[in-house]
């Protein structure tokens, strides 16, 4: 049973998926990277979005130990 049966955007988005799946023309439009190379991309793509909102941020207080 499909999940979204009768629903006419679903069915067709199905088979546009599966036509161009099965389609084995061009070349490949990405080359294979390993999956470390993507976790710290993703890691320091993180780090940087949450030093903005850190600095953008004026609820907290800057706190000096010294």
């Given amino acids: ?3 979204h049966n009768d629903n ?3 069915e067709l988005a199905d ?3 599966k036509k161009a799946a ?3 023309e ?3 439009a990405y080359s294979k990277i390993p999956k470390s190379a993507v976790i ?3 890691e320091e793509e993180g780090e940087l979005e949450w ?3 850190w600095n953008a941020s ?3 207080d800057i706190v000096n130990l010294l």
């Fill in 15 to 17: 088979q546009l998926a």
């Fill in 8 to 10: 006419f955007g679903n």
């Fill in 26 to 28: 061009g070349e490949t």
């Fill in 58 to 60: 004026t609820k907290g």
């Fill in 40 to 42: 710290k991309v993703i």
């Fill in 1 to 3: 049973m499909k999940a």
């Fill in 51 to 53: 030093r903005k909102e």
């Fill in 22 to 24: 099965s389609r084995r």
